[in-house]
């Protein structure tokens, strides 16, 4: 094992970045060349085909068997002129990616022969086993069997020689596998609901969609090294290694140059991106060493969350080619940076409006006024449902660490738009508002675009950050399926916009004009949310006193964070709003824990095997060279010199014995402990016994790791060091 450190070492030496070209200088070109689009269906589809798929992905209306068999043909003949061999309906189950399986086009025709067939039955539904992907005990009360089916709101498009249909993953008996067919019901949720309020302002409004903007961090590290790391390969992160002597201290890797490596990978995957119809459009450096990041344009949520699904697939081939391997794991190193997905959400009206931008009249900023008010009320009152759909072992690593948002939910508005909503609550007042007080409030909220433009500030620190035209939310993490987070925002927004327009509509029933009704409510709910506005510091540990004062939640234990994914609140909004019915919330709870509970088993065993067979065998055989060296010493010194002379090694021998000891120690502490959590019936008391019980023996164990690589030899410590990994290009 030592070798492969020095072997990976030598062969890094010799990279040179990979020669990249672009299918033609001009990006529109090739941009969409792999994705069966609107253009692609006109001249493959016939007339009606055509038709059938626009409507049902405007208005949802269903497809027939006979028009699903000239869809799917049209689709064939597409994908024939790119190559393509096979087909596959491509999922989003609950594991940390995507599932495809690829069947050929071939077929036996009429007379024996071959032929190449795609009916537009396998196009719309096939029947993968459900019960071998997280099902979260659905698979246990009904039959294994799994569904399915298009989503004709996002197009196919082709990786490879393989056709693509994104579909949406269900069980027999109708049960979401899947993190697609919630994100479906919760953008339809926000849709309707949001379409609703604003026809209180405007009746032009029909539809509302949501947009999703994400940021990939993700860290690249040379392929030699990674697969040193029995650790990176196999958790994702490194369970051990003391930290360099320099990383990030100096911030000067975050915008700086690209590495030529580097480059040459972001390169050929933003081809690959652009041919698939992905609008990546920003690289950089992040704040870590070896750290990056790619964002694309925003696109409509339930598109964007398969482009980047997409994109980590991608990512994860592209950097092979490239002899990196891409880490997503939300901490990979201890000490430095983790990496985020930061989700910049925003909800856009069909009549172009941006609910989350001002307007350019009072009516307007009225409108988006209680959008961003219902927002505050929203977080404030989701904050355990926001938390519970980021939180997992490895974004746990993450929060509050670093440079990343703590586990307390927060908003961030800037000082002048938080000073406009004190405003309002100030001129609102509890009797009927005379025509003056309402001009002059009109004209305050009239002067918000002005104010925005100039001063819309930045809040790296904030979990859930309004910048400017919509609001990023900070906390997720950098391998997770931005569905989980989407869902939570969206159908909790749905479920906070349902409730002020039924507020609304009271207050008129009892004869409160519209605008007067409007501003009640508004000064209402600003103050009932304020707790949840923070302008400042969210890394601080005042804002952890502070916000304990102000009764906000911080949850940083994994399964009591996922266990709010079923309190009263949470079931009202997820339940309530028909995104999921009991089952189904259950299960998702249910694999979440699992989830955890098997990462961390993993981590323990992982990490006991390194512990006893690399490390203590490197410290013993450390150990022996110092006795060795002693007895030399002991040989040619007179008694009374060589006390002198050896009382260090002396030291270092009784540390590393002490040091060995307390590793096998507590390594065979910490496989009693998961044995005595595996042996728990009940899932829950499971994973609260890895948190509690299991957990903390990984940082125990690696303290004394991380102080053995400081004692022991260079030349023959087995794996990459903190050094070679951050600092390889
Ligand atoms: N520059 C940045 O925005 C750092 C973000 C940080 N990597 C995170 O985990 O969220």
Redesign the pocket.
Known sequence: MSKMRFFALQELSNRKPLEVTAPSNKLSDYYGSHVFDRKKMQEYLPKEAYKAVTDAIEKGTPISREVADLIANGMKSWAKSLNVTHYTHWFQPLTDGTAEKHDGFIEFGEDGGVIERFSGKLLIQQEPDASSFPNGGIRNTFEARGYTAWDVSSPAFVVDTTLCIPTIFISYTGEALDYKTPLLKALAAVDKAATEVCQLFDKNVTRVYTNLGW?Q?YFLVDSSLYNARPDLCLTGRTLMGHSSAKDQQLEDH?FGSIPPRVTAFMKELEIECHKLGIPAKTRHN???PN?F?LAPIFENCNLANDHNQLVMDLMKRIARKHHFNVLLH?KPYSGV????K?NNWSLCTDTGINLFAPGKNPKGNMLFLTFLVNVLMMVYKNQNLLRASIMSANNSH?LGA????PAILSCFLGSQLSATLDEIVRQVGNEKMTPEEKTTLKLGIGRIPEILLDTTDRN?TSPFAFTGNRFEF??A??SSNCAAAMIAINAAMANQLNEFRASIEKLMEEGVGKDEAIFRLLKETIIASEAIRFEGDGYSEEWKQEAARRGLTNICHVPEALMHYVDNQSKAVLIGERIFNETELNSRLEVELEKFTMKVQIEGRVLGDLAINHIVPTAVAYQNRLLENLRGLKEIFPAEEYEVLSADRKELIREISHRVTSIKVLVREMTEARKVANHMENYKERAFAYEDKVRPYLDQIRDHIDRLEMEVDDEIWPLPKYRELLFTK
């Open positions: 940021e961090e975050y992040e704040v870590a750290q990041e939300e940076n983790g990496s985020g930061h993450r670093n440079e990343a948002p790296r900070r906390a993490g950098s």
